[in-house]
């Protein structure tokens, strides 16, 4: 049998010269110090507790800074999944208990190759941007899953933050516009151009990278390399056919809505870019050219001193490789052919990118 402490029974069993009222006095000072470590001991758990749920979550789908202070290189994901944490902790500070899935207001919808990860990235640096890291392809491969389900797949956010993601393949996909049109009629859409000869070649290169030995870019570019006709068809040369996929977006939302970036630019003036982007988003201009700094032996932007990490840090191995090299005869004729697209693309839009 437990043995009865000699301070309990006092309490109980108050002693001739303590009045009543001094030991109640007692208990219920006891009372409180066991009721605020109680609290304390409470509010710890339940912070470590939150702690430890977002490093979980967040490995799913990891941050451009979580990458930055791992010292690794940017994801590069075409997987998706319902944990799409990204820099929760470093956006919210401390707020994740208010932060919710919402879907998202704004959409890097093309081009593949383009520079949609380098536009991402440096968003992501933005405390008012929350961005999926993964490529969800919900409106074009997913959407069968339903907008719950999407939402499922977006980063937590606070109230004015904007949740993002970029999935290249929206830009050429035709069910792609009224889909997202029936998501929101308001969300902004943004769409990284690029020189169409240029990205048709990038997306060879990668392509030829994971198939090693499909046939050259030449034979595939063209119907009939001596007459010179071009296969417009090939995925890379249709991809850059920017007027005709521009068309059916602008038969669902304003011009006002959709803003382009220059992918020439993003690389020669990223904070240039970025800062019409911030505007674009209605967001302050806090990405700036404090971010950036240009890496000679990668010959690209790169991103000086992310927060929480004082190493300055590049896109992975993937984005920005040598290309594959081609015949200058071919580049001219592709010129040729892209020429008229290109004027038609510039008119519609009513911006010019100089590409020859
Ligand atoms: N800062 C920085 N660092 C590295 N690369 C940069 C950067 N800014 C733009 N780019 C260009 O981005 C091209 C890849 O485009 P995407 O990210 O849209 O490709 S993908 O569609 O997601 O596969 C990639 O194409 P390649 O040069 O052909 O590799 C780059 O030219």
């Known amino acids: 049998m437990a043995a009865f402490h000699p301070r309990q029974h006092q309490l109980w069993n108050h002693h ?32 470590f507790a939150g702690c430890c749920e977002s490093e979980l979550t967040d490995n799913s789908d990891v941050s451009a800074r979580d990458l930055l202070v791992a010292g690794s290189a940017w994801p590069e994901r075409n997987v998706s999944h319902a944990d799409g944490e990204s820099g929760l902790e470093g956006n919210s500070s401390g707020k994740e208990w208010t932060a919710t899935r919402r879907l998202p207001q704004a959409l890097i919808i ?10 991402l990235e440096f968003l992501r640096l933005h405390p008012d ?11 074009d491969r997913h959407y069968a899953r339903g907008l719950d389900w999407y939402r499922t797949m977006m980063p937590k956010a606070l109230d ?26 308001d969300v902004k859409l943004i769409v990284v151009v690029r020189d169409p000869v240029t990205r048709a070649i990038s997306d060879y290169t990668q392509i030829i990278s994971k198939t090693p030995g499909i046939p050259s870019f030449e034979s595939l570019a063209f119907k009939n390399h001596t007459t010179g006709q071009i296969d417009s068809s090939w995925s890379p040369l249709w991809i850059g056919l920017y007027a005709q996929h521009m068309e ?3 038969a669902w939302f304003p011009r006002s809505q959709i803003h382009l970036v220059s992918g020439e630019r993003l690389i020669t003036d990223p904070a240039g870019e970025l ?8 967001l302050q201009r806090i990405v700036t050219d404090k971010h950036f700094y240009f890496n000679k032996t990668k010959g690209f932007p790169c991103l000086k001193k992310p927060e929480g ?14 290309h594959v090299s ?31």
């Open 309 to 322: 990490s004082s190493k300055p840090h590049c896109l992975g191995k993937t984005k920005g490789r040598t």
């Open 275 to 282: 800062g019409k982007v911030q505007d674009f988003l209605g």
């Open 160 to 185: 004015g933050q904007i949740v993002m993601e970029k999935t290249p393949r929206y830009f050429v996909t035709v069910d792609t516009p009224p889909r997202i049109h029936a998501m929101s009629r």
């Open 16 to 47: 001739p010269l303590h009045p009543p009222s001094a030991d109640l006095r007692r208990l219920f000072h006891r009372l409180t110090i066991a009721f605020s470590l109680s609290i304390l001991c409470f509010s710890l758990v339940y912070i």
């Open 248 to 250: 059916r977006w602008l």
């Open 110 to 119: 093309g081009v593949k190759k383009g520079g949609t990860r380098a536009l």
């Open 326 to 356: 081609i015949d200058p005869d071919v580049i001219q004729k592709l010129r040729d052919f892209y020429k008229p697209h290109n004027q038609r693309f510039y008119q519609m839009v009513g911006q010019s990118f100089e590409w020859q």
């Open 129 to 139: 941007i929350r961005a999926l890291g993964s490529e969800p392809h919900f409106f």
